[in-house]
T-cell receptor, first 115, second 113 residues
Framework: NAGVTQTPKFRILKIGQSMTLQCTQD?????MYWYRQDPGMGLKLIYY???????DKGEVPNGYNVSRSTTEDFPLRLELAAPSQTSVYFC??????????????FGPGTRLTVL | QQQVKQSPQSLIVQKGGISIINCAYE??????FPWYQQFPGKGPALLIA?????SEKKEGRFTISFNKSAKQFSLHIMDSQPGDSATYFC????????????FGKGTHLIIQP
């Protein structure tokens, strides 16, 4: 199993550009998450999904969009990039939320810089 | 409002010593408390987790102590090794909640040889 994979690893965007961060998991997990990590600030939840076709906002959703058309993929879309979106983005997945199934597995991250 | 407060921000421990990182939470609906370890350039990885029905959980050199009445939990790393040098995050999640983890700000741990 590759686990959770993310592409690209690094990206530099200009203000106003758009891009999609890709996330794929091969563990057949129902739950998927997007977090952003800023220096000294821990990780904050952007969006999450409990299954294909179902998504919901997390703590910091403004400026982002997501979709979940398959169990495996959970792309994150930035429509109009702003410097405040400079961050490291992590995708995670878990089998469920009940005890024994709720470990979240994280991808390696995408480091995004907006100039 | 930060719901999980973590301290210290950084910690230097001698090889063989005990590393202790503390977290406090505010939301009594939290019922799952994991610790994640992150190496530079990598994603966080689950280290150990506890639920509030026990006061302590031990896995190898790693122990979580949990104080429900004080709303505090801590990570103890016994016989700390240079390979333990990493950033550690505590987190919490509402019972049965699908809406992800609430993380502390992290502790940068350095184990000196």
């Amino acid at each position: 199993n590759a686990g959770v994979t993310q592409t690209p690893k690094f990206r530099i965007l200009k203000i106003g550009q758009s891009m999609t961060l890709q996330c794929t998991q091969d563990m057949n997990h129902n739950y998927m998450y997007w977090y952003r990590q800023d220096p000294g600030m821990g990780l904050k939840l952007i969006y999450y999904s409990v299954g294909a076709g179902i998504t919901d906002k997390g703590e910091v959703p403004n400026g982002y969009n997501v979709s979940r058309s398959t169990t495996e993929d959970f792309p994150l879309r930035l429509e109009l990039a702003a410097p405040s979106q400079t961050s490291v983005y992590f995708c995670a997945s878990s089998r469920g939320v009940l005890a024994g199934a709720d470990t979240q597995y994280f991808g390696p991250g995408t480091r995004l810089t907006v100039l | 409002q930060q719901q999980v407060k973590q301290s210290p921000q950084s910690l230097i421990v001698q090889k063989g010593g005990i590393s202790i990182i503390n977290c406090a939470y505010e939301n009594t609906a939290f019922d799952y408390f994991p610790w994640y370890q992150q190496f530079p350039g990598k994603g966080p990885a689950l280290l150990i987790a506890i639920r509030p029905d026990v006061s302590e959980k031990k896995e190898g050199r790693f122990t979580i102590s949990f104080n429900k009445s004080a709303k505090q939990f801590s990570l103890h790393i016994m016989d700390s090794q240079p390979g333990d040098s990493a950033t550690y995050f505590c987190a919490a999640r509402i019972g049965g909640g699908a809406d992800g983890l609430t993380f502390g700000k992290g502790t940068h741990l350095i184990i000196q040889p």
